[in-house]
């Protein structure tokens, strides 16, 4: 049933997320105590996405707001009094109650996720010593309300969805097709629509995936969502390589962390009636089930996954390529799945899972079009660092005869003409006619990775802030850029912006 987002928002937004059973049990039992214990509520509740959801939509609805955004739920319980968290466990709905077979499954399978990605970034901010741990938490738990809320209110249509991903279709491109909207779009617009917090907002949309606290909580999203699948996947082991990278520390290490983390979770989770991925680390089980899940209806994942759009699935490696280690200053190189073979590959300064990543699946989307559409040879997405001290490439796209854009670096401190571009959203074209006005004002070591005969780049900016910049060019040694070339390359990179939301 394919609808508009703002046709889904006014259709699921009415109604409550279910609550399972256990939580709404637990509840009234801590609270017919003589005395509360809050921190055990508060652990309860957390734990229950539905609950969880409730709290915050609530808590937007006091009259009074406090001056702080309240993402804790150990802080937004007090705010709001016992009597209605006593209300809240009699009047809503419970999720056994409303939903049986596959749906019943379906959102407990969404339930596991959210909890599993809840407790992985709260342990991943602390790792890398992020503020707001607990708010994190609540920002990974509510990362799918869209999809909580369509298996709660359209369970059919949810299943049909859920069985084109489970055969290997890109998720996004199965909710776009089957719905009418992905479900980045509707968490997006359910997060406005309930008056969710910004942290929880922000960790939605890709505009902020360069951002460590919303980084965070879509990493753990995306390392709940495909482990749940199994462990062995091409891409769960993908999502690995970037989580060793987030944090900075070897594969192997970030490896067992996960597995430390996904034990600690069964534990924390047991008596809950949801799936465990970790207790299928040592089999290998690539498709955890639920307690009730029938074996008919949980068929294992193919070893090999069927073929995906190429942003969206780990590229296999190149032919004849070593490997890089996970740094700025050497990216591996990478290409693209069978049926795309023909086109110059993709090389990141990330590893190649991150092309799970959606910011990443747009650039290197737009990347292709300049290389393949406008016939530049040589195409390059370079990013500010996080402390804005450096821009370094991220993503190049060029043929295999040209040398290398990879490891372009400038230091931001020092004048240059790609720091004046990120000064606002503006384009150069570098040409005979102005190289004495520009070359200048290029640093030497800029200089001899970049085309001095002719080149054109555009600074990216989202939200009114630098991002970084695309850059393109012929060949190192190659003829200039046409004027027809520039002119479609700002065009690419406007659509770009303005998909991102680069002016607002």
């Not at 596959?102 to 503020?131: I, Q």
């Not at 001095?452 to 910049?469: A, E, H």
Request: proline share 8%.
């Amino acid at each position: 049933m394919s609808q508009t987002v703002e046709e889904w928002v006014r259709q699921i937004s009415s109604e409550s997320i279910p609550v399972m059973q256990r939580t709404l049990t637990q509840v009234r039992d801590l609270l017919n105590k003589s005395s509360v214990n809050h921190t055990r509520l508060s652990e309860v509740i957390s734990r229950d996405p539905g609950f969880s959801l409730y709290v915050m939509q609530k808590l937007s609805q006091l009259p009074n707001q406090p001056k702080e955004p309240i993402t804790r739920i150990t802080l937004a319980i007090p705010m709001l009094g016992m009597e209605l968290i006593k209300q809240a466990s009699k009047t809503l709905p419970s999720l056994e109650d409303k939903l049986k077979g596959p749906p019943r499954r379906g959102l407990y399978n969404c339930y596991s996720r959210a909890a599993h990605a809840a407790l992985y970034v709260r342990s991943l901010a602390k790792m890398r010593n992020l503020p707001d741990t607990d708010g994190l938490y609540t920002g990974a738990l509510l990362h799918d309300i869209g999809e909580m809320a369509l298996w709660s209110v359209v369970p059919d249509e949810m299943q049909r969805v859920q069985n084109k991903i489970l055969s290997g279709d890109d998720r996004e491109s199965v909710a776009k097709a089957e719905l009418g909207c992905t479900f980045e779009t509707l968490n997006i617009h359910l997060s406005e629509r309930w008056q969710l917090p910004d942290l929880i907002k922000e960790s939605q949309g890709i505009s902020n995936s360069f951002l460590p606290k919303p980084l965070s909580v879509m990493l753990s999203s995306a390392i709940a969502r495909e482990t749940s699948l199994g462990w062995q996947r091409e891409k769960t082991l993908g999502d690995m390589e970037l989580l060793a990278e987030f944090l900075e520390i070897p594969q192997e290490n970030a490896i067992s962390a996960l597995h430390r983390l996904a034990a600690e979770a069964a534990r924390d989770l047991h008596a809950l009636p949801l799936p465990l991925p970790g207790f299928y680390i040592i089999s290998g089980d690539p498709k955890p089930v639920t307690k009730s899940a029938s074996r008919k209806a949980e068929q294992p994942t193919k070893h090999t996954p069927p073929s995906q759009k190429a942003a969206l699935e780990k590229p296999q490696p190149a032919p004849d390529q070593k490997t890089q280690p996970s740094t700025s200053e050497s990216p591996p190189e990478t290409e693209t799945p069978a049926a795309k073979q023909q086109k110059p590959a993709a090389v990141s300064d990330t590893p190649p899972a991150q092309k799970s990543n959606p910011l990443q699946e747009m650039l290197n989307s737009a990347l292709q079009q300049m290389h393949e559409d406008l016939g530049l040879s040589r195409t390059m997405f370079a990013m500010l660092t996080p402390d804005r001290a450096m821009i370094r490439s991220r993503l190049v796209i060029e043929s295999e005869q040209q040398l290398s854009l990879k490891g372009f670096a400038l230091d931001t401190k020092k004048p240059s003409l790609f720091k004046i571009l990120l000064n606002k959203p503006q384009a150069v074209i570098l040409n005979k006619d102005n190289a004495e006005k520009y070359l200048p004002m290029i640093p030497q070591e800029a200089k001899e990775q970049i085309n001095t005969s002719g080149f054109v780049s555009m600074s990216i900016f989202i939200r009114n802030k630098p991002v970084g910049l695309f850059y393109a060019d012929n060949g190192l040694s190659g003829p200039g850029v046409t004027r027809q070339q520039f002119e479609n390359f700002k065009v690419i990179c406007q659509k770009m912006m303005k998909t991102m939301g680069g002016g607002k």
